[in-house]
């Protein structure tokens, strides 16, 4: 098993970053898959990025291309994900979630029923 538990998440104003962190526990000497999506109130869940435990290659939404960076410390097995530029379309519930498959990340890395594991999640809300 994988626990994750995100943090981080809050209100800021358009133009501002927040950093998001999901700390993951369990199975720790194993390359997760790891990925940021995200879902707002009556819309369907979304990808927003993706990268393995130990760091190395990066998916992005071409939405966040540019504003946000995935990054992960694997001595901490803690996901981040570093949101700039942010924007009211922005504003959802982001989830952390993890994949044993590290090595099938590159094929199936947009698709949240590819992965495993998720977290509680954490609110993002963006004012304009």
């Known amino acids: 098993q994988v626990q994750l538990v995100e943090s981080g998440g809050g209100l800021v104003q358009a133009g501002g970053s927040l950093r998001l962190s999901c700390a993951a526990s369990?199975?720790?000497?194993?390359?997760?898959?790891m990925a940021w999506f995200r879902q707002a109130p009556g819309k369907e869940r979304e990808f927003v990025a993706a990268?393995?435990?130990?760091?190395?290659?990066?998916f992005y939404a071409n939405s966040v291309r540019g504003r946000f960076i995935i990054s992960s410390d694997n001595a901490k097995n803690t996901l981040y994900l570093q949101m700039n530029r942010l924007k009211p379309e922005d504003t959802a519930g982001y989830y952390c979630?993890?994949?044993?498959?590290?090595?099938?990340?590159?094929?199936?890395?947009?698709?949240?029923?590819?992965?495993?594991?998720w977290g509680q999640g954490t609110q993002v809300t963006v004012s304009s």
């Open positions: 369990g199975r720790t000497w194993m390359n997760y898959a």
């Open positions: 979630a993890a994949s044993l498959g590290a090595d099938q990340l590159g094929t199936y890395y947009y698709q949240g029923d590819w992965y495993d594991y």
């Open positions: 990268t393995r435990k130990s760091g190395g290659v990066t």
